[in-house]
């Protein structure tokens, strides 16, 4: 079965300051899929970036950037310079790579609290 | 322009009721789905739906049905509302190959008294 573990429930940090976002999944499927959302306090869910089982190129936008290390199984997520309008509630999810039937396995989420 | 739309926005009744919640995409999509979101933020998925068929059912009650009328359509009827069908209700939708991200209404939250 598929499982995704963010283990940190709450993170705080003062505006400026570099955080990073844990995900650790597990998974029997070669090809799979890896997501990160965000869901700041208005609700929406927020498509932020998707990985596949077989790039493992770290990837950069802007602030963000993702390291996917599939010998570790994580895919990390990092802020640079953390801004007020970052505080959100972050997910990782993972999918199997399956025509037409691709589920969403969500972590638990981490909720990001940026103090100005 | 609303790309995944859903009404309502929010639901309050009682418990015992019966109650829709409607969803509907403009992206031209294959692949619809209904998530539920509880009170601790945890995300699950409840139905997947591709060109009208039913083809993910996780284990949820079978008070709960959706209807997809067409493709830019995925509903939800619930049966005899109980408390614990209080959450957030998202509806997504997601173009046709697997390595496609889901894009994801605005929610319904439904509070059950």
């Known amino acids: 079965a598929q499982k995704v573990t963010q283990a940190q429930t709450e993170i705080s940090v003062v505006e400026k300051e570099d955080v990073t976002l844990d995900c650790v999944y597990e998974?029997?499927?070669?090809?799979?899929?890896l997501f990160w959302y965000k869901q700041p306090p208005s609700g929406e869910l927020v498509f932020l970036i998707r990985?596949?089982?077989?790039?493992?190129q770290n990837e950069i936008s802007g602030r963000y950037s993702w390291n996917f290390q599939k010998s570790t199984s994580s895919f990390n997520f990092t802020i640079t310079a953390s801004q007020v309008v970052d505080s959100a509630v972050y997910f990782c999810?993972?999918?199997?790579?399956?025509?037409?039937?691709?589920?969403?396995?969500f972590g638990q989420g981490t909720r990001l609290t940026i103090n100005p | 322009d609303t790309a995944v739309s859903q009404t309502p926005k929010y639901l309050v009744t009682q418990m015992g009721n019966d109650k829709s919640i409607k969803c509907e995409q403009n992206l031209g999509h294959d692949t619809m789905y209904w998530y539920k979101q509880d009170s601790k933020k945890f995300l699950k998925i409840m139905f997947s739906?591709?060109?009208?068929?039913?083809?993910i059912n996780e284990t949820v009650p079978n008070r709960f049905s959706p209807k997809s009328p067409d493709k830019a359509h995925l509903n939800l009827h619930i049966n005899s509302l109980e408390l614990g069908d209080s959450a957030v209700y998202f509806c997504?939708?997601?173009?046709?190959?697997?390595?496609?991200?889901?894009?994801f209404g605005p929610g319904t939250r439904l509070t059950v008294l």
């Open positions: 998974t029997r499927d070669t090809t799979y899929y």
């Open positions: 997504a939708s997601r173009p046709g190959g697997s390595y496609n991200e889901q894009f």
């Open positions: 739906y591709n060109n009208k068929e039913l083809i």
């Open positions: 999810a993972l999918s199997e790579a399956r025509q037409g039937a691709q589920k969403l396995v």
């Open positions: 990985r596949n089982s077989f790039d493992e």
